[in-house]
């Protein structure tokens, strides 16, 4: 299994930055992907970025121009620096690890952390 904990979140005004750290409790060499993603009430969960364990990235349209994924294989951690936040970013954000076979095989997810975007 893994243990995913995500840091990081809070309050900020519109334009500024904030970056979230999500820590795996095992190598992220070993998960197939991890990834951000976002949800606010009533909505469906949305992807924010995604990074393979081969370290190819992509990122959802709306956002692809003012985050990066990034990562820290001597910590095990994920992190997501977001830049000119806006108000409609405000969203719960969640750490996702994706395993796609072996005993560990299944989705993974944190217990999420509060971006809130003030205008």
């Known amino acids: 299994q893994v243990q995913l904990v995500e840091s990081g979140g809070g309050l900020v005004q519109d334009g500024g930055s904030l970056r979230l750290s999500c820590a795996a409790s095992r190598s992220i060499l070993s998960i197939n992907t991890m990834g951000w993603y976002r949800q606010v009430p009533g909505k469906q969960r949305e992807k924010v970025a995604t990074?393979?364990?081969?370290?190819?990235?992509n990122y959802a349209d709306s956002m692809k121009d003012r985050v990066t994924i990034s990562r820290d294989l001597f910590k095990n951690t994920v992190n997501l620096q977001m830049n000119s936040l806006k108000p409609e970013d405000t969203a719960v954000y969640y750490c996702?690890?994706?395993?796609?076979?072996?005993?560990?095989?299944?989705?993974?997810w944190g217990q999420g952390t509060q971006v809130t975007v003030s205008s």
């Open positions: 990074m393979t364990s081969g370290g190819s990235t």
């Open positions: 996702n690890a994706a395993i796609s076979s072996g005993p560990y095989y299944g989705d993974y």
